[in-house]
T-cell receptor
């Protein structure tokens, strides 16, 4: 079993839809949770980060962490064609230097 | 504000050869991490350099080695290239070792034939 599981999709939604992206994990030592966006043939771009459990909102994006279920989510409201990209979840243990990534979910927002 | 830069953008090598990839961190950052991203996969941690020393290493063989210079830039060296080393190699910079805020460069796409 991989430490971080993420459905690779692809996920296709109409413009304006609410998008829900999810990851599950098995390592209870993860304390930091990040979401990255990666456009084709580019490096990942840090979107949001959350420490421990709870919600965090930034514009159209909301990140949620449920440590009891080992489950994290990213919601995108009013999705735009420019949101079309691969979304990667990443996690880190306190005291560790490495990020552990999911495989990424490829999202297409259709105009 | 200059972001993370990497060179070269692409390169093609033959099995058994050696390759050196370069990274300049974001302005103000002092820590560099290297990741390998195979097609359709998430990035895999190779190692992190801070204060010119390797601080943590992922599950990669000794064929992968690195270096950090006094100006915080870094190199990734891969010896005895295998076909399976074909991937996008990403450099990420951060401030301080162990930071969760890692900012990635555009990557170097390595093809081994």
């Amino acid at each position: 079993q991989k430490e971080v599981e993420q459905d690779p999709g692809p996920l296709s939604v109409p413009e304006g839809a609410i998008v829900s992206l999810n990851c599950t994990y098995s390592n209870s030592a993860f304390q930091y949770f990040m979401w990255y966006r990666q456009y084709s043939r580019k490096g990942p771009e840090l979107l949001m980060y959350t420490y421990s459990s709870g919600n965090k909102e930034d514009g159209r994006f909301t990140a949620q962490v449920d440590k009891s279920s080992k489950y994290i989510s990213l919601f995108i409201r009013d999705s735009q064609p420019s949101d079309s990209a691969t979304y990667l979840c990443a996690m880190k243990e306190a005291g560790s230097y490495q990020l552990t990534f999911g495989k990424g979910t490829k999202l297409s927002v259709i105009p | 504000d200059a972001g993370v830069t990497q060179s070269p953008t692409h390169l093609i090598k033959t099995r058994g050869q050696q390759v050196t990839l370069r990274c300049s961190p974001k302005s103000g950052h002092d820590t560099v991490s290297w990741y390998q991203q195979a097609l359709g996969q998430g990035p895999q941690f190779i190692f992190q350099y801070y204060e010119e020393e390797e601080r943590q290493r992922g599950n990669f063989p000794d064929r992968f080695s690195g270096h950090q210079f006094p100006n915080y830039s870094s190199e990734l060296n891969v010896n005895a290239l295998l076909l399976g080393d074909s991937a996008l190699y990403l450099c990420a910079s951060s401030l301080g070792r162990g930071s969760y805020e890692q900012y990635f460069g555009p990557g170097t796409r390595l093809t081994v034939t």
